[in-house]
């Protein structure tokens, strides 16, 4: 997070704005330009004025090459803020760019090793990696066991351990190996590889328009090709008048002018800022470490409505913890509790040691006194399902402790003879139901209890479930677990809906039907087998400790492999298209105001009566502009400003709240669309006043 | 204003909203394919016409064969009308002996009736013959109304079904339309008119002496039948020139509250028609809210204008250019009523009206004919607004936009944008073209910014297929003729097309289940934002047009001068 931070404000490093001012110049080039019909359009009309100013002769030259300036301006300040979303990311490729470049590669051919720079590397090749060598290229390890250094892209310190076979195989070009020696078969070719790919991805070389911002593309261009009209028909609507009326408005309906109406009137805010949108939505993604393969995926994201999280890790701590001790009856508490702690000393799982935390918690037990040189542990072994130990107590006692499954006990209990408390099921059941793991605790053919064990689930996880809700999306527990215990977690955990025993093949089923009901469906995976239902999801998010078909499968990584990131993911894509709809909101509402005033500046000496100052509308100039010019060179500066001032909105997203799409309308119609009504008339009667006074009319 | 006037309006209002909920149950039904209380009456009537012209009911088409049929079917009827004009001086009921018409008039008058507009550039009683009006115009105003109506069906087709391509047959839409809708309601209005007086004969004309001692020649003609449909399918076009100001075409007080309902009610009736087929009464009730809101408000600002006090004649109410039979109140109705319908047949001279009720009358057409608007044309038009906003909408609130499950997409935003956008560019051009040709401005009767608003309405009425005029501008010169001509088509089909590509795209799509999530289009919030769309796009587009037509008259006016 405090990388994020520091990279918010990454726009004012002189790093990212200077080669951006830079970059801008470079976009004028006009293949650049056509790309984006609005900009294309601004851009000829800054071109045609440029040469009026220069080789026409006007009355009013000052005012029309401050014109032109502006027009420039805003076609530059369009330019600026892509090149600003660009320079970020580049500025993130940068550093992985300086890993590649380095590296070099074993190469393991026939039993001989020889040296060879990374890029040369092919698929199927084998390499190997020892201690302090870079890994030259994404693969898989194929022998051996090593603790690897993924710093460079997740910004993890902690090493991971990356080892042949199961699920953690997967090793990435650039990462470092800090101990033992892996031999790896390169799975990609080079300059294809997941860190190019990220490169790329990162300084938006292989953007995409996205479905969304195509269709948005084709309004902003009919309303262009609309004002394009208006201003053209503008024309002879005057000539008629000024026919009819005898006055001569040559003097203001000049070219220039003309195109700077027509500049106002076209969606230029949104126009300018789209791809920037577009690229810091990416952005923003991988600045929570995350990769998206396309931006697509992204967009995608922000229309998902059924969410499948797995239980483990997700929802809940990854370990099952001790929450109570149940003694059968004509037993004592304190008496399960102390045999509970001393059957648990030696054992160094999670579970084990929470049972020791509890029974101290409650009842202030310290079996101390219990070393290994007095005790024999004996460790949970699969054949017996039990775990426990043997030593003598104070008094020279033998005594022997097991805990374990119920059955497995039942039976140890039954074969030696001893005998079964009647409550004992009523127990075992109770705790299943309530979404625990009972454990039955025997000491000394004495069955005391049961231990309560009991999945965590995350703290704050049903608030953010209950938020998802209110958004429209729809959550889906997966687990292996029994449909009883499932059950009670997914009460618990407010999700509204599990899935028990899941094997792979059920999730793939799950996420078809859901699918076929016309749900879009995300889910987080790592394992191979999740590899089908992470390329069948709409999202799919794998992680990145995980294998590479399933990094493969899916359409983006997650860095950090931290399965609640799929709600962020969510949010960002829900932001990128909000930021889209409001700053086009925004943009046409602003049109209102910019003809209240161009237009009493071209004809507000029309029809005048004689013995008056102005003409009749005259008095639409609501704004009370100073001059017909100030009026019009007011509202380009306006329209060019306030492109640079949306630049933060742009890179940064609108304001996102998990509220229903009726209350975020509301809320983003008022600020957006009542807001962009509003803001115009002051802004561009700020503009008038300084103008004037600075004396630039 | 007086109670008497206020009286008018609230019944007007009342009987119009009472009707248009049942009349709307019925039509769903019609277009539905289900049965109705009239199929024992008149369900032969429609099989038979399936029997004759060789069409199997249970055909149904995807959008391109639709469309296909739909042009066939007009051009056909174009082409009708057309050689009825330039022959009829050869074809019977001719009692008066009038002579063919012109080509670019011909033209012009068959384009405008194909198309729902009914422009005309004709006088009815000098120029048409009995046989053209009843056989071309009368007919015309039928199917033109039933194509409307088709169309419709068809889109709402393509947003209810899923993963298909077929939208429905244009020929059972087209039949079951006029047979089921059109015909009975037409056949009762017209019974009644007759009773109030509207003529229906084969006489010539009658010359009579005035009081004054003046000859005068009183035309006679099928008028009852023709005015019933003209109104009844938002087709507009009189049978006499002055329209229902002709005392033989409109002669009570009731028969013109009964004409004025005619005009909204089957544009208002589609809207929950709509509701009703897509299974959600909220879905046509906030559409009709949104139309019923912009309609009142125009005719709120028509009235506070219209009675304010004239700073030129020095008093308020006036009624030049007004039936005294009929009064302000009801003309004023009629005028917004007419424009918001895509109807066009006029009581009063539009250009009579003070500027600003002349101006709503002229942005009522200039949104699109979207606020109920033609029949069929209304919805369909409105829908494609619809899309806009949801699409707008959809964004806003982070979500890739979807109408009733619906995606909206790159596709659906092409061809929404293109429906809405052509008129509006026709417009345009028209307007400059002629506004600056002295061929075009030796038409105009009155100069400044009157004249340019004559030129405007003119092309608006054309390109929103409204036909009402504004008076004052000679449009039978072969350079209107022709130009309004082409506006009509392109209005008409270039919005049709676009909605009928809409409709099969959507009917290939899944529906997407709704949840707190999706973006409700049933939702004050929606209709207020419905409403913002319709009024900016409006706007946007015409504002300077407007500034120099009759915002600036208004503002002359206010200074004591007029044109």
């Known amino acids: ?697 | 204003m007086e109670a008497n006037d206020v009286i008018q309006l609230i019944v007007y209002i009342a009987v119009f909203l009472l009707l248009t909920p049942i009349l709307g149950a019925f039509i769903a039904s019609v277009l539905m394919g289900k049965k109705t209380f009239l199929t024992p009456i008149l369900g032969w009537l429609e099989k038979a016409i399936y029997k004759f012209s060789g069409v199997n009911p249970s055909d149904e088409m995807n959008w391109k064969s639709y469309a296909k049929s739909l042009l066939v079917f007009n051009f056909l009827g174009f082409l009708f009308v057309f050689l009825l004009q330039l022959t009829q001086k050869y074809l019977p009921l001719n009692p008066q002996s009038l002579s063919n018409i012109s080509w670019d008039q011909s033209f012009n008058t068959a384009v405008s009736f194909m198309t729902n507009t009914n422009w005309q550039s004709y006088g009815g009683e000098g120029a048409l013959s009995y046989l053209t009006q009843m056989l071309g115009l009368t007919v015309q105003n039928f199917v033109s109304a039933a194509t409307g109506i088709a169309v419709f069906a068809a889109l709402v087709r393509g947003i209810k079904v899923k993963q298909t391509s077929k939208i429905g047959n244009f020929w059972v839409d087209l039949t079951r339309s006029t047979v089921y809708i059109l015909l009975p309601l037409s056949l009762v209005f017209s019974v009644v008119l007759v009773g109030q007086g509207v003529i229906q004969n084969f006489s010539s004309y009658q010359v009579v002496t005035t009081l004054e001692g003046a000859t005068q020649s009183i035309p006679g003609g099928l008028a009852a039948s023709q005015v019933a449909i003209k109104q009844l399918g938002t087709n507009g076009g009189g049978f006499f020139n002055t329209n229902s100001a002709h005392p033989f075409e409109n002669p009570t007080p009731f028969s013109n509250f009964l004409q004025m309902l005619a005009i909204l009610l089957i544009p208002g009736a589609l809207v929950f028609a709509y509701g009703k087929m897509v299974g959600s009464f909220r879905q046509g009730i906030t559409i009709f809210l949104v139309m019923f809101s912009v309609w009142i408000a125009g005719l709120g600002v028509s009235i506070v204008s219209e009675y304010s006090h004239n700073s030129v004649l020095g008093y308020s109410g006036i009624m030049e250019g007004k039936e005294t039979r009929l009064g302000v109140i009801n003309s004023l109705i009629w005028s917004t009523a007419t424009t918001v319908a895509s109807n066009g047949s006029v009581n009063s001279m539009h250009s009579s009206l003070s500027p600003l009720s002349g101006g709503v009358a002229l942005f009522n057409m200039l949104m699109g004919e979207v606020i109920f608007g033609g029949v069929g044309a209304g919805m369909y038009g409105m829908l494609l607004f619809v899309l806009l906003t949801v699409f707008l909408s959809g964004l806003m609130v982070g979500r890739s936009p979807e109408y009733l499950g619906k995606k909206i997409e790159f596709y659906e935003m092409k061809w929404t944008l293109f429906g809405i956008l052509a008129p509006c560019a026709i417009i345009l051009l028209g307007t400059a073209v002629s506004s600056v040709l002295p061929m075009a401005l030796s038409s105009l009767t009155n100069k400044g910014p009157h004249g340019f608003t004559e030129i405007l309405y003119a092309f608006t009425s054309a390109a929103a297929n409204n036909g009402s005029a504004f008076a004052g501008l000679n449009a039978n010169t072969p350079y209107f003729n022709i130009l309004l001509g082409l506006s009509m088509l392109i209005g008409r089909f270039v919005v049709i097309l676009p909605v009928l590509a809409i409709a099969g795209n959507l009917a290939t799509k899944k529906i997407t289940p709704t949840s707190s999530g999706t973006f409700a289009t049933d939702t004050f919030t929606f209709g207020v934002l419905l409403v913002g769309v319709i009024l900016i796009v409006g706007a946007l587009t015409f504002l300077p047009a407007l500034f120099l037509g009759p915002i600036v008259e208004h503002f002359l006016i206010l200074n004591g001068q007029t044109f």
């Not at chain 1, 160094?348 to 024999?376: D, H, W």
């Not at chain 1, 072994?381 to 003598?392: C, E, L, P, Y």
């Not at chain 1, 997650?558 to 990128?576: A, C, F, H, R, Y």
Request: charged fraction near 20%; include cysteine.
């Open chain 1, 1 to 697: 997070m405090e990388l994020s931070k520091k990279q918010e404000k990454q726009w004012l490093n002189p790093k990212i704005l200077f080669p951006a001012l830079k970059e801008s110049f470079y976009k004028l080039d006009p293949r650049i330009q056509a790309k984006n019909p609005v900009m294309f359009v601004t851009e000829i009309g800054a071109l045609l004025t440029l040469l009026i100013v220069l080789f026409g002769k006007s009355s009013s030259q000052s005012f029309e090459i401050q014109i032109t300036v502006w027009l420039w301006f805003t076609v530059l300040f369009a330019n600026f803020a892509e090149a600003i979303a660009e320079g970020r990311g580049k500025a993130q490729a940068e550093e992985l760019k300086k890993t590649r470049t380095t590296t070099k590669a074993r190469l393991l051919k026939d039993g001989i090793e020889t040296t060879v720079s990374a890029s040369d590397l092919r698929k199927h090749d084998v390499v190997i990696c020892e201690a302090g060598d870079l890994i030259p290229g994404d693969g898989e390890v194929i022998d051996g066991i090593a603790s690897v250094d993924e710093s460079a892209i997740t910004g993890e310190s902690a090493p991971v351990i990356r080892e042949s076979g199961g699920d953690r195989s997967a090793v990435t070009g650039g990462t470092k190996v800090l101990s033992d020696r892996i031999e790896i078969v390169i799975t990609a070719e080079a300059g294809n590889s997941f860190l190019d790919r990220m490169i790329s991805l990162v300084e938006g070389a292989q953007r995409q328009k996205t479905p969304n911002e195509i269709a948005l593309s084709i309004i902003l261009s009919g309303l262009t090709i609309v004002f394009v009209l208006g201003v053209m028909t503008l024309k002879p609507f005057a000539d008629y008048a000024s026919q009819v009326t005898g006055q001569n408005l040559d003097e203001i309906m000049t070219v220039p002018v003309l195109v700077a109406l027509l500049v106002c009137l076209i969606p230029t805010t949104i126009g300018g800022l789209l791809s920037a949108i577009g690229i810091s939505g990416m952005d923003r993604l991988i600045r929570r470490n995350v990769i998206a393969t396309s931006g697509r995926a992204v967009e995608a994201a922000g229309d998902i409505d059924v969410l499948l999280l797995d239980k483990t890790g997700t929802i809940t701590l990854g370990n099952r913890m001790a929450s109570s001790f149940l003694a059968v009856s004509g037993v004592r508490v304190e008496r399960l509790a102390e045999s509970a702690q001393l059957s648990s000393m030696a054992d160094s799982t999670a579970e084990g040691r929470s049972i020791v935390v509890l029974a101290k918690e409650k009842f202030e037990l310290r079996a101390e006194t219990l070393t290994p040189q007095n005790a024999e542990f004996i460790p949970f072994a699969a054949q017996t399902r039990m775990s426990g130990v043997n030593f003598k107590d104070q008094n020279g006692k033998d005594r022997q402790i097991r805990k374990g499954a119920s059955d497995s006990i039942k039976d140890f209990a039954k074969e030696s003879g001893f005998k079964i408390p009647p409550d004992l099921d009523g127990l075992v059941e109770q705790v299943a139901k309530a979404g625990g793991t009972p454990l039955v605790v025997i000491d000394n053919g004495d069955i005391l209890g049961v231990i309560q064990l009991k999945d965590v689930v995350k703290g704050g996880i049903k608030d953010r479930f209950a938020e998802l809700r209110k958004m429209g999306i729809r959550t889906v527990m997966i687990t292996g677990d029994n449909p009883l215990t499932a059950a009670a977690i997914a009460a618990e955990a407010g999700v509204d809906d599990f899935m028990s025993q899941a094997t792979p093949e059920a999730k793939l089923k799950r996420i078809r039907e859901e699918q076929s009901r016309g749900h879009l469906v995300a889910m987080t995976g790592d394992g191979t087998n999740d590899a089908p239902a992470l390329a069948q999801a709409d999202v799919g998010v794998a992680m990145n400790t995980g294998t590479q078909a399933a990094r493969e499968a899916g359409n983006m990584v997650d860095l950090d492999s931290n399965p609640t990131k799929l709600i962020e993911i969510v949010e960002i894509g829900k932001q990128l298209l909000m930021t889209r709809g409001s700053l086009t909101t925004f943009s046409i509402a602003n049109d209102i105001a910019k003809y209240f005033a161009i237009l009493p500046a071209l004809f507000g000496t029309l029809y005048i009566i004689q013995g008056q100052s102005q003409g009749p509308l005259g008095e639409l100039n609501i704004m009370g502009l100073e001059s017909p010019q100030s009026a019009i060179l007011s509202a380009v500066i306006f329209n060019a400003l306030v492109i640079v001032a949306l630049i933060p909105l742009a890179l940064k997203g609108v304001q996102y709240q998990a509220l229903e799409a009726s209350k975020i309308l509301q809320r983003n119609l008022f600020i957006y669309g009542f807001g962009g009504l509003i803001i115009p008339f002051v802004g561009i009667k700020i503009i008038d006043l300084i103008i004037n006074r600075i004396g630039l009319i």
